[in-house]
């Protein structure tokens, strides 16, 4: 099947600062990407979708300037947090579908903020 | 909307004895379901997708879910349970009746222990 790589598996950070989560598709063109937070025990919870070539469509409640999601390529996504705060912590995931929308997901980044 | 429900927040099943893994969903127009798997610390796997087709689907590690329309079920099956088969089960349901990529809706998961 497809693969999707994340970048960091794990970052340490301290509070204030920003940190970058890179999603490629490694061996498939993804015109969408999605983007999951996911909490201690808790499902996935989709923050936003992330579109190639245009702006990315946040889910309700989702800080558009807190998670800066840029697009950049048909094989490349990137989530920044910004700002980070202890509260940001979780383990995020990225996803890419196929035709039949079947999800590819990436293998996930915990971010621990200080 | 589309939604998807595990009333099960975990399940425990003796090793060797057959598992299931109840999944619920709700839609407006015809399901593509689908079945993941999570290990500690790990992203999502992929199990098993029903798009069409035999009611009956077969996925990867032994596992098997049946699409019951009439009861609105995907629940997942295996004969024999393995101890390394211990890990968050998620199911999750894509609505086909509008045309895109539509967001997958994910159940809260099911915590499956088995027991050696």
């Known amino acids: 099947g497809a693969v999707v790589s994340q970048h960091p598996s794990r970052v340490i950070c301290k509070s204030g600062t920003s940190v970058k989560i890179e999603c490629r598709s490694l061996?498939?063109?993804?015109?969408?990407m999605f983007w999951y937070r996911q909490f201690p025990k808790k499902s996935l919870m989709l923050m936003a979708t992330s579109n190639e070539g245009s702006k990315a469509t946040y889910e309700q409640g989702v800080e558009k300037d807190k998670f800066l999601i840029n697009h950049a390529s048909l094989t490349l996504s990137t989530l920044t947090v910004t700002s980070a705060h202890p509260e940001d912590s979780s383990f995020y995931i990225c996803s890419a579908p196929d035709s039949y929308n079947e999800q590819f997901f990436g293998p996930g980044t915990r971010l621990t903020v200080l | 909307a589309q939604s998807v429900a595990q009333p099960e927040d975990q399940v425990k099943v003796a090793e060797g004895n057959p598992l299931t893994v109840k999944c619920t969903y709700s839609v407006s127009g015809n399901p593509y379901l689908f079945w993941y798997v999570q290990y500690p610390n790990r992203g999502l796997q992929f199990l098993l997708k029903?798009?069409?087709?035999?009611?009956l689907v077969k996925g990867s590690y032994g596992f098997e879910a049946e699409f019951n329309k009439s009861q609105t079920s995907f629940h997942l099956k295996k004969p024999s349970a393995l101890v390394s088969d211990s890990a968050l089960y998620f199911c999750a349901v894509r609505d086909t009746q509008s045309g895109g990529y539509q967001k997958v809706t994910f159940g809260i998961g099911t915590k499956l222990q088995v027991i050696p």
């Open positions: 029903y798009i069409t087709g035999d009611n």
């Open positions: 061996d498939f063109q993804a015109t969408t």
